[in-house]
């Protein structure tokens, strides 16, 4: 391994009650930001239906981090996240030691205990980090092959690059939502066959379904990372959203891609999950051929074995799972995502956030878009309800959950969640 893990040991148990089918057990332990109505705002880990208040924690001198510059008492995470692994393994560490009790420390103060074990239900969650930038990916051979299908040669459907080169572009970092943050549909200019575009709100509104990985120790311009070396520069990950309007993209994306047609929102899940947590699920990444330039090898490829489900809730009637795929699926990975990224020089920084791209796989029932579900319209899905969907209608919601389980050991993501509202004026 290029990184020494932090894993808690599957057998370790919190001397408060987590349900057994908690995405938040002790051995996941994410961090996120949050609010109560008589506190600031600050940073917290997630233990089953409680948040761990990380400040309270510092300021008892229970966290191994120096006092100044207080990490957790901020509205980001990014002070923490730039404190580099060392620093969030034995934090990492220390919380399951107070948390479990075999540091008695929080177990056994009473009052410290009642400041810093915090009802969920209780809580204001925030964005976790102050988004520099945001970059996304196009990892998913699948998705890549499925799109390419529709809009180019089905013969060639790839493109001669995508095995060579981990296709990304610069999103927008001001429109990433938390959450539970809904969005009005967007407007825009949408393509008439043979004749000038027409204005108004888009009506190919599509989900992506996508993880997302926030950048923790900077590096300086005019630097490079090798895929291992990337490993130690990420701090954790998310569940994404990459809302997308289809017929404003098909329209805009010559000869520059994307642009108005992703910028409106891009919904993010509230828990970081780390690599420490994550590391119990790591899996082989698919095998790459041909094999990729030298400066995209990697000394120890793997992915992480995550289940991702997509479900859509009608504005009335019972939701329904439309989708089951999983995030080992990628063709690249999150180092060599980050390796290439810097591999000009670019410089990345503290909370930046880098989108996997939609991860769809090998199967139909595991699409991660309307877009390839429904072969661009043609082929609405049937609800539950009876209704249909070619693409999303006012008042759907989609929320994407994501867990990793091996035996009884389950570390999860919780959910993102957004509703569409009617456009604007
Ligand atoms: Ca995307």
């Known amino acids: 391994m290029s990184a020494m893990f932090e894993i808690i040991d599957a057998s370790l148990r919190a001397f408060v009650e987590v349900d057994e089918g908690s995405d938040f057990p002790i051995q996941n332990l994410p961090y996120g930001i949050f609010s109560t109505a008589d506190g600031g705002v600050r940073a917290g880990v997630a233990l089953g239906a409680w948040v761990v208040d990380l400040h309270a924690l510092d300021r008892a ?54 400041r810093a074990l915090v009802p969920m239900d209780a809580c204001t969650l925030h964005l976790p980090f ?26 060639n459907a790839l493109t001669p690059n995508w095995k060579h080169i981990p296709i990304g572009y610069n999103g927008r970092a001001s429109s990433v939502v938390l959450s539970g943050q809904d969005f009005h549909r967007p407007m825009g200019q949408l393509p008439v066959a043979g004749g000038p575009p027409e204005w108004g709100p888009c009506r190919q509104l599509d989900f992506e379904l996508e993880t997302a990985f926030f950048v923790g120790t900077e ?69 790459q051929d041909p094999a990729p330039l030298s400066y995209l090898r990697e000394g120890d490829r793997h992915a992480y074995d995550i289940e991702l489900t997509v479900e859509l809730r009608p504005a009335a009637g019972d939701g329904t799972i439309i989708t089951r795929s999983n995030f080992r699926h990628l063709y690249w990975t999150m180092a060599q995502q980050l390796a290439h990224h810097t591999s000009s020089g670019c410089n990345v920084r503290t909370g930046d956030l880098m989108g996997s ?40 919601e989609i ?4 867990q990793a389980r091996r035996g009884a050991l389950r570390v999860g993501f919780g959910s993102v969640r957004g509703r569409v509202l009617p456009a604007l004026p």
């Open 357 to 396: 791209g939609t991860i769809s796989g090998p199967s139909r029932d595991a699409l991660g878009c309307l877009l390839e579900m429904t072969e661009n319209g043609k082929r609405p899905l049937s609800l539950p309800d009876g209704g249909t969907r070619a693409f999303l209608q006012d008042g759907d």
């Open 399 to 402: 929320v994407i959950r994501g």
């Open 130 to 155: 102050e988004i520099a930038s945001y970059t996304d990916f196009y990892s998913s051979e699948e998705h890549a092959t499925n799109v390419g299908k529709l809009f180019r040669d089905p013969a």
């Open 219 to 287: 590096t300086r311009l005019g630097t490079r990372l090798s895929p291992d070396q990337a490993t130690d520069h990420i701090f954790g990950m998310v569940l994404m959203n990459d809302w997308s309007a289809r017929d404003i993209q098909r329209w805009e994306y010559v000869p520059l891609g994307p642009f108005q047609a992703k910028a409106f929102a891009t919904s993010i899940s509230p828990w970081v999950v780390t690599l420490d947590a994550l590391a119990p699920f790591r899996v082989p990444a698919p095998e």
């Open 61 to 114: 001198g229970l966290l191994p981090v120096a006092p100044e510059p207080a990490l957790f008492g901020r509205h980001s995470l990014n002070a923490f996240a730039a404190a580099g692994r060392p620093t969030w393994r034995a934090v990492r560490a220390r919380l399951a030691a107070l948390l479990s009790g075999s540091d008695p420390r929080l177990r056994d103060d009473a009052a410290l205990r009642s």
